[in-house]
T-cell receptor, first 116, second 107 residues
Framework: GAVVSQHPSRVICKSGTSVKIECRSLDFQATTMFWYRQFPKQSLMLMATSNEGSKATYEQGVEKDKFLINHASLTLSTLTVTSAHPEDSSFYIC????????????FGPGTRLTVT | GIQVEQSPPDLILQEGANSTLRCNFSDSVNNLQWFHQNPWGQLINLFYIPSGTKQNGRLSATTVATERYSLLYISSSQTTDSGVYFCAVGVDYKLSFGAGTTVTVRA
């Protein structure tokens, strides 16, 4: 158990357009979902944390108006990159933790965004 | 925030060799995970180990929380073990990732 999916796996968009990425927990209810960003050959950086039905908490330096996060249900969170620019090109990874006593996070396969 | 240091940054092994990866962290934590990132970018959960010792096949891990370090052991390495190994630590749900150890296993 504890499978997380992301869609799409890869997306190319033009500068100035918006892109939505979906993150779903397939076989469990996610108490909290997380969005990370990873540049080539680098580590993962936490962008924001979201709980179902409440506003996301963004890390310092992450623009909340640019990276819109919606956590509509216990199994779905979405990240919308608004007015994307080439510098937003990156690998975006979501994770989810499930109800219980453990803080373990389970990660999705990632979405590679290229802005041209 | 919590500082996480992983060593070594790169490791080249001959198939069948054993190795130890280290993760040092700067503050008390109640969450520690080891991951393997495969060539397609997927993070595979290896261990959730805020303290103690665990084993799963050829892999094992030990966390000494009071001394703020964790070790990941790979025994009888195989070419499929190649990839980047990340240690991530935190308090409750918030994780900070180390820079990773890139492991290359040669046949």
């Amino acid at each position: 158990g504890a499978v997380v999916s992301q869609h799409p796996s890869r997306v190319i968009c033009k500068s100035g357009t918006s892109v939505k990425i979906e993150c779903r927990s397939l076989d469990f209810q996610a108490t909290t979902m997380f969005w990370y960003r990873q540049f080539p050959k680098q580590s993962l950086m936490l962008m924001a944390t979201s709980n179902e039905g409440s506003k996301a908490t963004y890390e310092q330096g992450v623009e909340k108006d640019k990276f819109l996060i919606n956590h509509a249900s216990l199994t779905l969170s979405t990240l919308t990159v608004t007015s994307a620019h080439p510098e937003d090109s990156s690998f975006y990874i979501c994770s989810a933790s499930r109800r219980g006593t453990s803080y373990e996070q389970y990660f999705g396969p990632g979405t590679r965004l290229t802005v041209t | 925030g919590i500082q996480v240091e992983q060593s070594p940054p790169d490791l080249i092994l001959q198939e069948g060799a054993n190795s130890t990866l280290r993760c040092n962290f700067s503050d008390s934590v109640n969450n520690l995970q080891w991951f393997h990132q495969n060539p397609w970018g997927q993070l595979i959960n290896l261990f959730y180990i805020p303290s103690g010792t665990k084993q799963n096949g050829r892999l094992s891990a030990t966390t000494v929380a009071t001394e703020r370090y964790s070790l990941l052991y790979i025994s009888s390495s195989q070419t499929t073990d190649s990839g980047v190994y990340f240690c991530a630590v935190g308090v409750d749900y918030k994780l900070s990732f180390g820079a990773g150890t890139t492991v290359t296993v040669r046949a």
